[in-house]
């Protein structure tokens, strides 16, 4: 079975710091994998995806990889009150053509004003 | 815009009495997913197809069924719903699988009288 892990939370930081949330993944293989916000009743929203060891940088979303250590994870700079969310680590799944994806159970993460 | 849709928002139904949700996309995509997301938990795939081609998880209850007619719709048929299978019900797409990231609909929350 494979198995994706986060940092069970709950995260708080207050405004305007640093958030860091880590996943890592057993499927040795995985080439892909995919940061999903998840807002309280509602569907999970793509945010950030890797496929290559090292950093990847989207506006304040920094997700990091490193497939040695089979570790993934995303920061979150100058965090905001409604970043205030669920964040969902997904890993694809190496034999599978059809993208099947394996997800954390998710770290919620609270900014505070 | 093009999107994933998914109706209807909130679904109620009786023990027992059969169900269909909807999804629907406009992103042209070959792969359509089905998730089952209960509360603080990962979301779990039921089914996935590759344009006709269906693929059914081994752990799916066998009272759930998926059609997909044409490229665009999808549908989840749950024959007699249990009270265990209220949760929310989240449709994805992705262009071709593989390492493609997953593009979820709003979902649609299922609640068992």
């Known amino acids: 079975q494979k198995e994706v892990e986060q940092n069970s939370g709950p995260l708080s930081v207050p405004e305007g710091a640093i958030a860091s949330l880590n996943c890592t993944y057993s499927?040795?293989?995985?080439?892909?994998f995919f940061w999903y916000r998840q807002y309280s009743g509602k569907s999970p929203e793509l945010i950030m995806f890797?496929?290559?060891?090292g950093d990847k940088e989207d506006g304040r979303f920094t997700a990091q990889l490193n497939k040695a250590s089979q570790y993934v994870s995303l920061l979150i700079r100058d965090s905001q009150p409604s970043d205030s969310a669920t964040y969902l680590c997904?890993?694809?799944?190496?034999?599978?053509?059809?993208?099947?994806?394996?997800f954390g159970r998710g770290t919620q993460l609270t900014v505070w004003p | 815009d093009a999107m994933v849709i998914q109706n209807p928002r909130y679904q109620v139904t009786q023990f027992g009495k059969p169900v269909t949700l909807s999804c629907s996309q406009t992103?042209?995509?070959?792969?359509m997913y089905w998730y089952q997301q209960k509360s603080s938990q990962a979301p779990k795939l039921l089914f996935h197809?590759?344009?006709?081609?269906?693929?059914n998880e081994a752990d799916t209850p066998d009272n759930f069924q998926s059609r997909r007619p044409n490229t665009s719709f999808c549908f989840l048929d749950i024959r007699s719903p249990g009270l265990g299978d209220a949760a929310m019900y989240l449709c994805?797409?992705?262009?071709?699988?593989?390492?493609?990231?997953?593009?979820f609909g709003d979902g649609t929350r299922l609640s068992i009288l």
């Open positions: 994805a797409t992705s262009f071709t699988g593989g390492n493609q990231p997953q593009h």
């Open positions: 499927d040795r293989g995985s080439q892909s």
């Open positions: 890797i496929y290559s060891n």
């Open positions: 997904a890993v694809n799944e190496e034999s599978s053509t059809l993208g099947r994806l394996y």
């Open positions: 992103l042209n995509h070959n792969v």
């Open positions: 197809y590759y344009d006709k081609d269906f693929n």
